[in-house]
């Protein structure tokens, strides 16, 4: 049976009572003995009532995102006749097109990533190609270093070189497993 809108309301008004006394720093031990309730009633209360807070802070930025789109692109639609007019365009107009076009476009997330360079000891720029394990820790050994040498580092470069003889065993193994089969 689900529960009455009445006992609903009461629990909610006690969640928003138990996330201001969380917010106030007291325990769930100590907001379970105010409402006298379990312990675990009260973490589970808790829980619902941040989970619940989040939701509508998500909703509440996503509405907050869709009014803002649409009074920018309500200015848009105002200036873009003037902008585009094919008889003595508006140069302000124009310009205010692009500034509101940059607003939505920075509003909703569209915006191309801007690539980043790493700069080296001399604030020239550090070839940085592969990703490859031993690129990225040279580039960190040099970090830390006043007037360091950018590295040459070979891509193609095998990085077992630096533990010969632990791959033997491997290959020798390989080879009796050929000579048994005969």
Known sequence: MPPSKAKSAV????????????IQGRTAAQIADHFDISPSTARSDLSRAIKKAHALEIQDAQLYRYLQGARLEELL?????????????????????????ADITELFGLKVPVRTEISGPD????????GEAAEIMALIDISDRDNAE????????DLDDEYEGEGDDLEDD????????A
């Open 11 to 22: 629990v909610a008004q006690r969640r928003r009572e138990m996330l201001v006394m969380k």
């Open 174 to 181: 390989e080879e009796d497993d050929g000579d048994d089969s």
């Open 123 to 130: 604030g020239g720029a550090i070839p940085f190609s592969s």
């Open 150 to 157: 950018i590295p040459v580092i070979d891509p193609d470069a």
């Open 77 to 101: 639609r105002s200036v873009m006749p003037a902008a585009t007019a094919e008889v003595d365009p508006d140069l302000k107009a124009n310009e205010q097109a692009r500034k509101l076009i």
